[in-house]
């Protein structure tokens, strides 16, 4: 082939490539003052709980509580000085959300602890077998430090928590089938 004819021939391609990788123009929207809007904290958006993700990674599973609902009698947290009774938070397959049926709960050890900054508790994370050794010492450290961050937010301080994961390593309930794993999915609230 002569030179003549492969310059031809890397014009036509360069020209057919060119071609092909024509864009249509995007009409501009005419330069306008971006509209304003005044808002109020009323207005401000709700917090919005995240649902838990398959890999158990990234966003925080704590969501907020409402304290300003009003308790009933048998809701109310204990009286200052008496520990609360329950002490076992106990979680979905593969998460670290807390329910909403144990906020009244952790309230309660929030404003004991907040009432007494003396005392320290520690907070033990737990999971079921399923899943490598790693994987459950890591979902039994956010299970723990869920529960550690929603009595942060209600009062209690960081001194007096402490957050340790045991993964599947000191079962609740022996076996191998889902009333077992749902007893060994938890955290342990215990006084120092």
Known sequence: ???????????????????GCESTPVAKAPAAAAPVESRSVADAPKPVTPSA????????????????????????????????????????FDSYAIKDS???MIEGHAKVLAASRAKRMVIEGHADERGGREYNLALGQKRAVAVVK???????????????????ERPLEQGHDENAWSRNRRAELKDR
């Not at 082939?1 to 071609?19: G, T, Y």
């Not at 599973?61 to 002490?87: F, I, Y």
């Open 102 to 104: 144990y906020k009244n």
């Open 1 to 19: 082939m002569s030179l003549q004819i492969r310059a031809s021939v890397v014009a036509a391609a360069a020209l057919a490539l060119l071609a």
């Open 53 to 92: 993700n398959a890999g158990g990674v990234g966003q925080s599973q704590v969501s907020s509580v409402d304290l300003t609902k009003n308790s009933t009698a048998a809701q109310k947290p204990p009286a200052v000085g008496a520990a609360p009774s329950e002490r076992v938070v106990f979680f979905d």
């Open 150 to 168: 929603s009595l942060e937010l209600l009062g209690a301080t960081g001194p007096q928590l402490e957050a340790v994961s045991f993964g599947e």
